[in-house]
């Protein structure tokens, strides 16, 4: 052993005997395979409803009010002070003023949904739809509600979903990432951190595909010749391998070796994945690929169905960016904003589910609609009254998300806020166990998927959550 690879194994010396001590024990406990291919797939913990996961982030928070949990007193007491003692907030410029729903709301499906005159579209898959009306969430701040929406925790750099999905499961394509988010135009804030791997090894972290014709760099080759990439790759994968022998298994170099091998493979998988031309016409209509409200939204909704017919995991999709429009984070204009942003989404999304479940995948796909929060049902005004400047503060205390597929039940309303829709008051649904209930249907039990990390077992749901039996088909 040189000097060099002494002090790398030893942290330069101190406590040398200690720390090998510990690494043996890591090394002991690791899964080498798992290592070598971190994709291979893995049994789940009991038969799974579902097999891969589709999550429809609506960065921002739309409010439930005006979507999917429709509030008649809130028009009935219009420009009225709320009749409750507390109003928790967390921006200025809020009122105690009741804000009405500009929109209209009507029954759909066999199951009589109520859904908002936003989602003309989604309204026609109504009884496939499990609308969670009592969810709650810790945090009232965007970038911590978007982590502890994806990691379950509001402080950065905890595994997302995604990456834990992917560690507990692997992935079925050997061509594509297992955890891939798609690119519509806005990264929520918090950043790349919504989609990492934390402390999980790094091959689990969410690949990011952006839009346009090259959604990842360099996956166009630079050699004519294949021969010639093929022995570069070659010689990297002899060079790592050398380093991950001498100074035994490193996450980051089985992750770089997995990775460069991923990336050839993706060359040839990715251009297939992005041409369009094999759907039919009327397959890119459905979608709304030819209008320009939806063209962007609807496109990553296809690739979505195409992934998960090609075995990726976890699918997140994020919300399109649109001229004038900041999410769906209405502090004011919110009428303008959410009919923007329903437009741009509500066709494409109809449209993936109802082609899931043509296909026979919905049963076994799991889609989940939803935000980091809701909003108030009082209003945000410039002090001039109510106008169409009007808009809503953020509400983690009782919100709405929906699911579809996947072994969920379709056609049911489960849980409900109170009258004025800002409080959670009957069968509350917590983050942390919205996060249990969707590892359950891909068969993961969230108290044995764990990790060992800074001396303890580490989860998903920390050391929370309970599965919604209730809405369980």
């Not at 002991?28 to 070598?36: I, L, N, P």
Request: proline share 5%.
């Amino acid at each position: 052993m040189t000097r060099r690879e002494w002090l790398a194994r030893s942290a330069n010396g101190f406590g040398g005997l200690a720390l090998a001590a510990m690494m043996a024990e890591d090394r002991a406990r690791s899964d080498t395979s798992r290592s070598a291919n971190p994709m291979a797939v893995r049994p789940p913990h009991f038969p799974p409803r579902a097999t891969s996961v589709i999550f429809l982030f609506m960065d921002g928070g739309p409010g439930q009010m005006d979507t999917f949990d429709p509030k008649p007193r809130l028009r009935a007491e219009h420009g009225q002070p709320i009749q409750l003692p507390e109003l928790p907030t967390t921006v200025f410029n809020i009122t105690d003023k009741v804000f009405g729903s500009p929109f209209e709301f009507s029954r759909h499906g066999e199951s009589g949904l109520w859904v908002s005159e936003l989602f003309p579209n989604v309204a026609t898959c109504a009884d496939d739809l499990c609308l969670v009306h009592s969810m709650v969430a810790d945090h009232s701040e965007h970038t911590a509600g978007n982590y502890f929406v994806h990691t379950g925790s509001g402080f950065q750099g905890r595994p997302s979903m995604g990456a834990w999905v992917t560690y507990g499961l692997g992935s079925e394509c050997d061509d594509l990432p297992g955890f891939v988010v798609l690119d519509s135009g806005l990264i929520p804030p918090g950043g790349m951190d919504c989609f990492g791997s934390g402390f999980l090894p790094a091959s689990y972290q969410g690949t990011l595909f952006r839009r346009g014709k090259h959604p990842i760099a360099d996956i166009v080759p630079l050699e004519a010749d294949p021969s010639v990439q093929k022995g570069k790759l070659d010689l990297i994968r002899r060079l790592n391998r050398g380093v991950v022998d001498r100074l035994g298994t490193v996450s980051e170099i089985e992750a770089t070796i997995s990775n460069y091998e991923l990336a050839f493979r993706m060359q040839s998988a990715v251009p297939e994945l992005l041409d369009l031309a094999g759907e039919s016409e009327a397959t890119k209509a459905m979608y709304g690929l030819d209008e320009a409200d939806t063209s962007e939204f609807g496109r990553q909704c296809l690739l979505a169905r195409r992934m998960v017919e090609r075995g990726v995991r976890f699918i997140e999709l994020l919300t399109p960016a649109r001229k004038g429009q900041d999410r769906w984070d209405q502090h004011r204009r919110l009428a303008e904003g959410h009919r923007i942003n329903a437009r741009a989404t509500d066709k494409p999304i109809a449209a993936l589910l109802k082609d899931l479940k043509g296909r026979g995948l919905l049963d076994s796909t799991l889609v989940v609609w939803g935000g980091e929060f809701g909003r108030t049902p009082t209003a945000q005004t410039n002090g001039e009254g109510f106008n169409e400047d009007t808009g809503r503060d953020h509400n983690p205390f009782g919100y709405t998300m929906w699911l579809a597929g996947g072994g969920v039940k379709g056609g049911l309303r489960y849980g409900a806020t109170d009258e004025y829709g800002y409080f959670a008051v009957e069968n509350k649904v917590h983050m942390h166990d919205l996060h249990a209930t969707m590892l359950h249907l891909l068969g993961l039990d969230h108290e044995k998927l764990t990790y060992r990390y800074s001396g303890r077992d580490m989860r998903l749901t920390d050391v929370h959550g309970e599965i919604v039996h209730g809405i369980l088909a």
